[in-house]
């Protein structure tokens, strides 16, 4: 029996159904189809909590990205473009 190896994107695309909400774990079960694979969903998941990446509520099954941790990306997203010295504070 040949085991199939998810995508080495998986987390990438964890990462994306999370940003700006937030996802049960059956949810990510059905987007991600990995009715078969749910154990390596549920590792993945549980790695990215690990890395602080995500967050998980307590006592649930439902992952989220912090809204700081959105505004950190959203800040950095504007710190790389070529013409932020010419933006002021307020601006950025």
């Given at each position: 029996?040949?085991?199939?190896?998810?995508?080495?994107?998986?987390?990438?695309?964890?990462?994306?159904?999370?940003?700006?909400?937030?996802?049960?774990?059956?949810?990510?079960?059905?987007?991600?189809?990995?009715?078969?694979?749910?154990?390596?969903?549920?590792?993945h998941l549980k790695?990215?909590?690990?890395?602080?990446?995500?967050?998980?509520?307590?006592?649930?099954?439902?992952?989220?990205?912090?809204?700081?941790?959105i505004l950190a990306?959203?800040?950095?997203?504007?710190?790389?473009?070529?013409?932020?010295?010419?933006?002021?504070?307020?601006?950025?």
């Amino acid at each position: 029996m040949k085991q199939t190896i998810p995508s080495p994107d998986l987390r990438t695309q964890i990462l994306k159904l999370l940003d700006g909400g937030e996802l049960e774990y059956k949810d990510f079960v059905q987007k991600l189809k990995m009715e078969n694979k749910k154990s390596v969903l549920s590792y993945h998941l549980k790695q990215l909590v690990n890395q602080k990446l995500i967050k998980k509520k307590e006592g649930t099954t439902i992952y989220y990205i912090s809204p700081i941790d959105i505004l950190a990306k959203k800040i950095l997203k504007i710190l790389e473009l070529d013409n932020c010295g010419k933006k002021s504070i307020h601006q950025i």
